[in-house]
């Protein structure tokens, strides 16, 4: 069974760090895409980040320069680095899996708030 | 980054048919696009509706489907019914590798 669970949300002032987590299960990262999808409280859908099968990274321009994201394949597991966090990146984070550039998300996210 | 436009909200009577729509700042939406849609209900996670324009995904209903109108995708409902009553959204994938979510459209049923 397809299964993805988000991790390392929490409570982090304006300027800091925190790493996202997705650990997948019933199948392999390494030959996946997978995307950071997040959702601001009230607020709509809007994609973040995706590592393709092939290791290529893509971002969108309101985390680029800021987000990382990496693929642990002995872990089935793909991170996703935030620096210098700002109030704008409160969020509830999802991780999902594209097939044919369609977006299966599983979990319920992880809420990442961004406040002094 | 594109700006993909949706209908802020649509009300429809039970029964009744709805179409709606995603357009690209950038121009023309096309099956190149991929476009995907997705419902979400308050506190849940998105639900894939449709994917590569017209394909429905694992038990969704066939009164939803999908296609190109126009220059823009398309999402319609026939037969609404209450449950119908979600936000959707719509994806499109980039040539540069990039996806971009539509600003969303709040359906009530009513």
């Known amino acids: 069974d397809v299964q993805l669970v988000e991790t390392g949300g929490g409570l982090i002032q304006p300027g800091g760090s925190l790493t996202l987590s997705c650990a997948a299960s019933g199948f392999t990262v390494s030959t996946n895409y997978i995307n950071w999808v997040r959702q601001a409280p009230g607020k709509g859908l809007e994609w973040v980040s995706v590592?393709?099968?092939?290791?290529?990274?893509y971002y969108a321009d309101s985390v680029k320069g800021r987000f990382t994201v990496s693929r642990d394949n002995s872990k089935n597991t793909v991170h996703l680095q935030m620096n210098s966090l700002r109030a704008e990146d409160t969020a509830v984070y999802f991780c999902a899996r594209s097939l044919l550039h369609a977006l299966d998300i599983r979990g319920q996210g992880t809420l990442v708030t961004v406040s002094s | 980054q594109p700006v993909v436009t949706q209908e802020p909200s649509f009300s429809v009577s039970p029964g009744g048919t709805l179409t709606l729509t995603c357009g690209l700042s950038s121009g023309s939406v096309s099956t190149s696009h991929y476009p995907s849609w997705y419902q979400q209900t308050p506190g849940q996670a998105p639900r894939t509706l449709i994917y590569s324009t017209d394909i429905r995904s694992s038990g969704v209903p066939d009164r939803f489907s999908g296609s190109i109108l126009g220059n823009k995708a398309a999402l319609t409902i026939t037969g609404a019914q209450a449950d119908d009553e979600s936000d959707y959204y719509c994806?499109?994938?980039?040539?540069?590798?990039?996806?971009?979510f539509g600003t969303g459209t709040r359906v009530t049923v009513l």
């Open positions: 994806l499109l994938y980039m040539s540069n590798g990039i996806y971009v």
């Open positions: 590592i393709y099968a092939v290791g290529s990274t």
